[in-house]
C-alpha cells in the first residue's frame, strides 16, 4: 500500500503524456497487451521485492508460534493490495485524465482510505464486542475493504474474531464477507482489478 504507489507514479505522471501513448498505438501490440503489458512491467519490482523476503520468513519457522499458511495468506494479501494499487493507477493514465500532479493526489488518497477504513472498523467493533470485557472484537463489513485490517485478523486471531455463521442460513456472499475476510479482500482486489484492466482495454483507443 505503501511502496506500490510510488512505483506507480511513473504510470501516471509519464504516461499520462499523449504523445507517449501515441507511440505505443504505432506499435503492433493490441489494447490488451499494451494495457498488460504497462502493469505487470511496474507491477513486477513490487512483486519482486514482496517475494525476495520469503526466505527470511521462511526461517521462522524454526523457530515456531509462526504457522505458514499465516505467512502465505499475508502474501496473498500484501499481492492482492498491489494488484488493485497498481490497476488503479494504469487506469488514471490510459485515461488521461492525470498529470504529475496528480501522483501527489493517487498517493495522499490510498493513504487517506486506509486512514478512514480503519477509523470506521474501530468504531464498529466496539459496538459488537465478543465478550462483556470488551477484549475480542468481531470483525466488521469494513474488515475486507482494508488490507491492514485483513492483516490484522491474522496477527491478532484472538482478539479480533471473523463470525461464526453456521447454521444461521446466510447467503454466500454474507458468510465470505464476515466468517473468511481475508478471502474477500483477496477475490475482492482481484475483481476489481480485472474490471479496470477490462475498461482500460476498451478506452485505451478511444
Known amino acids: 500500500c505503501l511502496l506500490t504507489p510510488v512505483f506507480m507514479a511513473g504510470a501516471i505522471a509519464q504516461e499520462a503524456n499523449p504523445k507517449t501513448w ?37 526461517m521462522t519457522q524454526y523457530f515456531g508460534g509462526v504457522p505458514g499458511d499465516s505467512i502465505f495468506a499475508s502474501y496473498a494479501i500484501a499481492a492482492s493490495s498491489s494488484l488493485i494499487v497498481a490497476a488503479i493507477a494504469v487506469t488514471l493514465s490510459v485515461t488521461r485524465t492525470a498529470g504529475r500532479r496528480a501522483v501527489f493526489i493517487f498517493y495522499i488518497s490510498v493513504i487517506m482510505y486506509l486512514f478512514v477504513t480503519g477509523g470506521v472498523d474501530a468504531y464498529l ?54 466468517t473468511t475476510p481475508i478471502t474477500a479482500f483477496c477475490w475482492l482486489c482481484i475483481g476489481i482489478s480485472f474490471f479496470l484492466i477490462l475498461f482500460s482495454t476498451v478506452r485505451l483507443r478511444v
Not at 504505432?26 to 498488460?36: D, E, K, R
Not at 502493469?39 to 523476503?53: E, H, K, N, P, T
Not at 491492514?148 to 454466500?172: M, Q, R
Open 22 to 58: 501515441d507511440i505505443l498505438l504505432t506499435t503492433p501490440l493490441n489494447s490488451l497487451q499494451v494495457v498488460l503489458g504497462n502493469l505487470f512491467g511496474r507491477l513486477f519490482f513490487v512483486l519482486a521485492l514482496l517475494f525476495s523476503s520469503l526466505p527470511l520468513f521462511v
Open 125 to 178: 467493533r466496539q459496538l459488537h464486542p465478543v465478550t462483556a470485557a470488551g477484549r475480542e472484537f468481531y470483525t466488521t463489513i469494513v474488515t475486507p475493504l482494508n488490507p491492514f485490517l485483513a492483516l490484522e485478523v491474522l496477527l491478532k486471531s484472538n482478539t479480533y474474531v471473523p463470525h461464526d455463521l453456521t447454521g444461521t442460513g446466510a447467503g454466500w456472499l454474507k458468510r465470505m464477507w464476515l
